[in-house]
């Protein structure tokens, strides 16, 4: 590939002042609503089988639900996962979605009703987290690649443009040096 190929590839993932535009599935933030959405109901699903077993209130499962959706929302910030605001707030609210109504059906299910849906629920919300992070993984490990490609492709044209410079000046010195008498 040559230099204005690896150019042009990079300027499909990168901003003009260098900011990764991520274009996988996963990453692809959304104002409100993203594929991790999914992951917040599917969350709020499984987590609405566990609260029968410790006898708490409805308020006080709510109340500790919410904090727990609240508290994951606040180590995506502190570990620099980028959303949206907005986002952030709909992500507590998808799992509380998702809660609610499993949480009140399970009422009336038997325990072993209650157990199997607990443990199918918790699979699958851990196979589609497992698999957006790996997703998510990928897209930061193509960010470092072309990041380091950008920045390669970007200090090669900064020598050619100083190679260039140097060369001109010489021709420059050369003509002046042609056209002054000995």
């Known amino acids: 590939m040559d ?26 933030e959304g104002r409100y609503v993203d594929l991790w959405s999914v992951v917040h ?58 809660f609610a109504p499993v949480y009140f059906v399970d009422q009336y299910l038997g325990s072993t009703t209650s157990i199997f849906l607990c443990g199918i629920a918790t699979t699958i919300v851990t196979v589609v987290s497992i698999v957006g992070w790996s997703s998510s993984y990928k897209a930061s490990v193509l960010e470092e690649k072309m990041r380091a490609e950008f920045i390669r492709e970007r200090d090669l044209l900064r020598e050619r443009r100083i190679r260039f410079a140097a060369n001109r000046e010489r021709r420059r010195r050369a003509r002046r040096m042609r056209g002054q008498p000995h």
């Open 3 to 28: 230099t204005i190929e690896r150019l042009e590839n990079a300027r499909k993932y990168f901003t003009r002042d260098g900011r990764f535009i991520r274009t996988d599935a996963w990453k692809k």
């Open 41 to 98: 109901v599917l969350s709020g699903i499984a987590l609405a089988f566990y609260p029968r077993y410790f006898g708490f209130s409805v308020l006080a499962t709510f109340i500790i639900v919410t904090l727990l959706f609240i508290m994951y929302e606040m180590f995506e910030v502190i570990v620099k996962i980028e959303e949206y605001p907005t986002n952030r707030v709909t992500d507590v609210l998808f799992g509380l979605v998702g």
